[in-house]
């Protein structure tokens, strides 16, 4: 069994900066894979960025250069920093893991950019 939990959200001006944490509960979270996941008002859930087991890094086109994804293994967390923010990355965000047992989302942190 995985619990994820996000924090880190709130409201931000445009172009200001966020960074969104997710805690991982159970074992063996050094070996999975995790991502980053957004849904807007009335939109399907986006693909924003993954972090696979080493490291290795994917974005979504739409947030390239401006968000980045990271992992301390030793404290079971995953972190999105968001720079540069912009009206359309309002959404609710929410952390993300597949492994053996299934597929696991957090509650979601709601991220609103606005002046």
Known sequence: QVQLVESGGGLVQPGGSLRLSCAASGSGFSNNAMKWYRQAP??????????????????????KGR????????????????????????????CYTQILSGSYWG?????????
Request: proline letters at 2%.
């Open 67 to 94: 968000f980045t994804i990271s992992r301390d293994n030793a404290k079971n967390m995953v972190y999105l920093q968001m720079n540069s923010l912009k009206p359309e990355d309002t959404a609710v965000y929410y």
């Open 42 to 63: 009335g939109k399907q859930r986006d693909f924003v960025a993954a972090i696979g087991s080493g490291g290795t890094t994917n974005y979504a086109d739409s947030v």
């Open 107 to 115: 509650q979601g942190t709601q991220v609103t950019v606005s002046s």
